[in-house]
């Protein structure tokens, strides 16, 4: 039987047999490769000075171990249907909820202050933050509403109680339609404060208002929601002695350089050394405990310190390629479900990117947040992954282009 | 119908996607582009346009620089025995940190990837037993503190001890090679200087602090000792380890050359003991000084200056007095404070014990300071008469006296309407140029400085450098106090022309006083004084030479060997004559002056010497300070020697003139009385008639008296072979034995030399006597060798020292 030509095919079939999106897949094991090569670099010597460590080489080498595993969970995720998981998404919302109820008992595990881990096996395995699914469940989840937002019908309320004209006023400006979205996202928000966790939080707010913007919801309320979240940090950071302090930090970081401005001055000092060229790959001297967690949050920062302004600016290139691409594939997209969390994916990854380098070139105050691909930890890179396989998923629908 | 409208729905669907489509494309813009456009710039800020600043800062954080000390140079004597060396010695320091860490937690992981917690604890607490033991053991430290220490678990430097030397230092570092322990206990090396010698010219060679070279020569050549300390700049990592794979660059030390001084130990410790004994044997109370020059050259030989110190405890005071002293000052310094009412940096008062601890502090540290100070050039007197010689050889020189000239001494001289008195009030009546300066008349040299006149003593004052400072090399010579130019030539300053004749109202130096002093009898030439011989590298060659500096001649050499001539006869017949020794011919001038201006028997009696005089080889100033009086006012010092140079330092630097010469192998050539008076030995007399026997004595200079009236001489005193002074007498026993016991030595202080002599020859003693060129009714026993007291065979030779007790140079007040 001849091979039938691809029009000819069936939507099902050609799920089944379109090609994935090369130039996301090849960024993205490129960012992958130099991650890993960095790892290695970067946590030698912290593995070397680290009794509990047996060898130089085992954060590299655990790092590499999940690196496959997710590899694999991407082909996996990719060859998935996506549009299964328009109903699967509301299942892995609740999930994520559920885990991070569980993260909050003493099922939890603690690090530094901050319960946000749980076991794979809830008792045993290798640890995990269920935050990390929280942030693509909320996407999923909002991304198949939202694709259908047209089709929703205003509520009419009775205009003869105030309750009921004050209701039709909100359906009017579209407040209505928002409310859900911000209930789910205030009661995740106060779940994950509860840990706490800032970072995560913020990663979740901003993959949940990258969906809810891209499907059209008014641009005002963008605009006044960070009116009003601004106001609201500025008026903290001005009334709060611990929040101005942050602030003082981070514009003059040599206020306490030996105490909280440290890991900043150090992660200037490990970008600065690097000069145009680096030190070369494997000679940072920062990592020699000078710059705490440097194959973790400050990677970058040794990255820079090895292969100099143009090994950081290539690796920026790279994220950015990588970005423009997922803006590609959801511009592309077969549907609007598709482009929706393509959207919200892609922007996770490019707030992510830009919070984490702009943490450690001081751009902005330290808010703790890993760069994708390169900071060390297996669960969040698997993760990670996954929804380059969900964004390779879409691009397998996106249609062929018309032959003329 | 409006329930289902297929073209609205699908109308709605293209606005909602178009609508999609643009807000995808507004963030693609805004994240995709925006975002990294601001963060490739801020890159470039930190790593482009910052990157020196930030790389400089980081270098200094990442970089260790340790230095590594050069060994610094030895200091040898003139001969090359060490005075001063380096050697090397360890500081331990333990790391209570680094000993915890250096007991893995992987050794006491479990099987199921706990730590044993309780095993690691055991381990740490065994290591740390293990050190402090060893420890405690040898350097028999406190065990509590060691313990202590071991418990500040974060600190990383503890100095258990310093300075650890030898055989500790070998059994400490063989103790961690055995257990391993190099990552917790450490030895770093230091070097710590030396003084094989401790207290021999402590003041010369001087010691060294932690700034280096402090006193002595240790400071003056400080550069060339010290060498060029090495570096060793390695990478550290953030926790302040060295790097594993550190890259080190390494500067080597380079070692201090070695010195070698002029300075000869053997005839230092000849000048030492001489100050010492003189210090005790006239009840000195402010020490004094000995130097010994190379009157040719200026190279110092010897310098004492006393009270002296231990080098190698520089920080105690050595000195006996000077410790009482110090004692004793706490509660002057205690009273004044008391009275100053001090308070501490939060300006609360002084507690008692607080003052009382300051006074103690400021009490010794006076007190080293003093013993650290060397008189010889720190310090500077008033020179006495010893400064005549240079007011002699100027006006010879000038040719405004000459050797037939007569100075008439009524006993006091008049200038400018003031009577200045004689030391001798009686007067010395008409006297020759010799015997002026024999007797070292004040108004005889009033005479010669006002013959001279202000503008050629002045002139001749500079020329022999008394101005200036002579340029040794040592630190902080000091320069006297003396009239201005303007002022000593003009009317008022008529009196100071005549003070200054005969040495007084002006201060120098010692050594600019020995420097000029030299100058006049060295043929003329102003020397400068110097120490260093010769400067060798590290590996023993030398490198430089030190030469002579003449400064300029000052007087001719005619006038230099006139000089040298008349103050010869002050030994041999002058004031000078208690440092007579036979055999040598000694030049010198005696000196008494005051020895602060104002104060009360303070004097400092001081005597300087050279010899041979013909052919100077060492010239010698001694000086006491302050000799204690009997009582006040008395012209006695405490131990019943007339206050004077003539008598206090001229008899020892005498003696000390002879044994440097003796030393350096110049030999004694005897006038025809002394050589009457060396030693012979006793013929075989046994046997003998006595014709025969007196004919046998008579050849060898010696007279006898016989016991007995037997035929032949059956015994004699003393024995064949022994060695008596000539023209001793010989007791021959005519028939019967010598008596055999032992003879009391009697008491010959105070005898004259007739006296003393027929004292012992009526015991069947012998005298050997020294001290004086000739003995008269004025010269008396001071010493004898044998005690009073003591048994002795008969025939011993018992040697005595006489001095002239009419030399009457005391000190004349001039009020």
Redesign the interface.
Known sequence: MARKAKRDLTVEEQLARGPMDLPLLMLAMLLLGVGLIMVMSASY?TA??D??T?SPLAYAIAQGRFALLGVLAMYGVSRFNYQYLRGLSLILLAFSVLLLVLVLTPLGVANKGAQRWLHIFLVAGPTFQPSEIVKVAVILFFSSRLCV???RKPTKWTKRTRLGRTLNLMERVGLMELLPYIGILALIALLLLKEPHLSGTILVFVGGA?VL????IHWGWFVSGITLVGSALALVIKFTPYMTSRIMLWLDPWSDALGKGYQTI?S?????????LGRGLGKS??K????PEPENDFIFSIA?EEL??VG??LI?GL??MF??RG?WI??HARD?FG??TA?GI??LF??Q??LN??VV???IPNTGISLPFFSYGGTALIIQLAEVGILLSISRQIPAPKQD | MAEHNPRR?QR??N???Q???R??????GL???L??S???W???????T??E???L???Q??TRDVEVKSNRGYIRDTGGNIMAMSATVYNLILSPRDLI?SI???QFKQDDGTIDTAAREAAIQARRDLICDEVCTVLGLDRDDVVRRMNKVNSQYEVLKKNIEGDQADRLQAFIADNKLGYSLIMTPTTKRYYPMSTVAAHVVGFVNENGGAYGVEAAYEQLLEGRSGRIVT?Q???GTE??NSYSNYIDAEDGSSITLTLDSTIQRMAEQTLAAGIEKYDVQNGGICVVMDPKTCAVLAMASAPTYDLNAYGTIYDETLNARAAASKEQYYQQFKAENPTDEDGKPLTEEELRSKASSAAVSAALNQQWRNKVLNDTYEPGSTFKSVVLAAALEAGVISESDHFYCPGYYVVAGRTIHCSDRQGHGDQTLAEAVQNSCNPAFMMIGQRLGAEAFYDYFEAFGLKDATGIDLPGEATGLVWSRDYFVSPEGYQSLATASFGQRFTVSPLQLLSAFSATINGGYLMQPYLLKSVSDAEGNIVLQHEPTAIRQVISETTSRKTADILESVVSEGTGRNAYVAGYRIGGKTGTAEGEVGTQDEEIVSFVGFAPAEDPQVIVLLYFDTPKHASPGSKYGSTGYYISGGQMAAPMAGQLIAEILDYLGVERQYTQAEAAAADVSVPKLTGYDLTTAQAALKRKNLSCRTVGNGPVVTDQIPAVGATIPGNSTVILYMGQQAPTQQINVPNLRGLTYDQAKKRLNDLGLYMRASGVSYYSAVTKAVDQSIGAGELVDRGTVIPVRFVDTSVSDGYSPLE
Not at chain 1, 213 to 216: I, R
Not at chain 1, 288 to 291: E, S
Not at chain 2, 23 to 28: G, K, S, Y
Not at chain 2, 42 to 48: A, P, Q, Y
Request: proline share 0%.
């Open positions: 010597a070397y000075y009794a509990k047996d937002r047209e089709k990258a913007f891209a499907s059209g150090q200037l000092y490990s970008i600065g050394s690097g000069g145009l001297v920062q020699y405990l000078f710059l820079v100099g302004f950081g600016i920026l994220f950015m970005i423009l803006y959801a511009l609007r482009a929706l959207v892609t922007t490019a707030v990117v830009f380098i702009g070139t001081n751009l | 729905d709605r669907e606005a909602s996607k609508l999609i489509f807000r995808t494309a507004v963030l693609m994240f995709g582009v975002t990294f601001v963060l490739g801020k890159l470039w800020d930190v790593s482009i910052k990157h600043e930030y790389q800062r980081q270098l954080q990442s860490n893995s937690e992987r990478n990592t953030g926790a790097m594993y």
